[in-house]
């Protein structure tokens, strides 16, 4: 017998932009796990080769020193983590950066700065990095914060693929994690974003204090961002020693995938990003966030200031796996 309400079943059709309610994707998240999992596999074969995952590789350009008080980072110039501040990189040590990443298989490259958002002179040399990027034949994404009005067409014209702006909770969670912006300045940008032509990398983090329906809540306005955004990662909080989330207990492991599914059920043609968190995680949990409906993760050993699985290990779980890498 099928548990799952005629409603939750999986159809052909896709969603209508604004259909997910909070209501509905709490009813996701509430059903048996075997149940959800099943669902969010079965919409994920609709829209992909469930066994192929992108790979994005992480470089932060510009770290630390952040006029910014998010409570994960440590990045932030109001935390105490740390951290070794660095000016912006040269463009060429980034381009070698991208070149290795190539080399090891990564198929895009991200390239972060610790930023507000980018003056106009700051941007200048990040258009020569998307540039010259570019021209390795990789895909581009850059983060770099709240853009103004005309950044984004500088960063198209420049031929970037993706901006990462993420929505990183719920709104009615936000201010428990950040004050210096609201989390409407970041749907403002990711606005900017969608009108200049780039692809939109939005998501969020899990585990940082909310609750299920504040999860339920952040993926139903990913999902209702009319289009989604393509790439949706979904980061597993790392709680940094000297961030006020230092001592955060994060969430049970079946409530992350259970997370993952939900995305995958609501935006069924994103890649859903197994985000920051994969270096803590067994090689089961991966596989079973990859069931759940994750096909993108970074891919090297470092995200922007903490660890990532080294990509000896990555391989050899592909290799169990049978997967393929795009
Ligand atoms: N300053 C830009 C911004 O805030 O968009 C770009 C860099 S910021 C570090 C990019 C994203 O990384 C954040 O929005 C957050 O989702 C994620 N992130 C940062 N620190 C994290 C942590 N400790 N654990 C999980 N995700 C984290
Ligand atoms: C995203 O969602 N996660 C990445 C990327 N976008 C920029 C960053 C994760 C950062 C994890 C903590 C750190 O390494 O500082
Ligand atoms: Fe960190 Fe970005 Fe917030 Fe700055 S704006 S503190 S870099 S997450």
């Known amino acids: 017998m099928n548990a799952i309400p005629q409603a939750l079943q999986a159809s052909s059709s896709a969603p209508a932009a604004d259909r997910w309610t909070v209501a509905a994707v709490e009813a996701l998240f509430e059903l048996p796990f075997m149940d959800l999992v099943w669902r969010a596999q079965q919409v994920h074969r609709q829209h992909f080769d469930a066994n192929a995952i992108q790979r994005s590789t992480l470089l932060s350009v510009k770290t630390g020193g952040c006029s910014e008080d998010c409570g994960y980072c440590s990045q932030s110039a109001r935390n105490k983590a740390e951290l070794e501040r660095e000016k912006l990189l040269p463009v060429e040590d980034v381009v070698a950066a991208a070149r290795a990443a190539k080399d090891k298989g990564a198929s895009r490259f991200c390239m972060g700065a610790a930023w507000r958002g980018p003056k106009d002179k700051d941007l200048e040399p990040v258009l020569e990095m998307i540039r010259e990027v570019?021209?390795?034949?990789?895909?581009?994404?850059?983060?770099?914060?709240?853009?103004?009005e005309g950044q984004a067409e500088k960063l198209a014209e420049a031929g970037l693929d993706y901006y990462n702006h993420n929505l990183d909770t719920a709104a009615e969670f936000y201010a428990n994690v950040i004050t210096t912006h609201s989390q409407q300045d970041r749907i403002d940008t990711i606005g900017e974003v969608r009108k200049a032509?780039?692809?939109?990398?939005?998501?969020?983090?899990?585990?940082?204090?909310?609750?299920?329906?504040?999860?339920?809540?952040?993926?139903v306005q990913l999902a209702n961002l009319n289009p989604a955004p393509e790439s949706v990662p979904i980061n597993n909080l790392v709680a940094i020693p000297g961030t006020p989330m230092a001592g955060v207990k994060g969430v049970d492991n079946f409530e992350f995938v259970r997370t993952i599914a939900a995305a995958r059920i609501t935006m069924p043609t994103s890649f859903v990003r197994l985000s920051a968190g994969r270096e803590q995680m067994?090689?089961?949990?991966?596989?079973?966030?990859?069931?759940?409906?994750a096909n993108s993760m970074f891919y090297g050993d470092k995200l922007l200031t903490t660890g990532n699985p080294?990509?000896?290990?990555?391989?050899?779980?592909?290799?169990?796996?049978?997967?393929?890498?795009i």
């Open 282 to 293: 067994s090689e089961e949990m991966q596989a079973l966030c990859f069931l759940a409906g």
């Open 134 to 148: 570019k021209a390795l034949g990789m895909q581009t994404c850059v983060t770099l914060g709240m853009l103004r």
């Open 197 to 219: 032509g780039i692809n939109v990398c939005s998501g969020g983090i899990i585990g940082m204090g909310e609750s299920r329906k504040n999860r339920a809540a952040l993926i």
């Open 310 to 325: 080294d990509v000896g290990r990555d391989e050899a779980l592909f290799a169990k796996l049978g997967l393929r890498a």
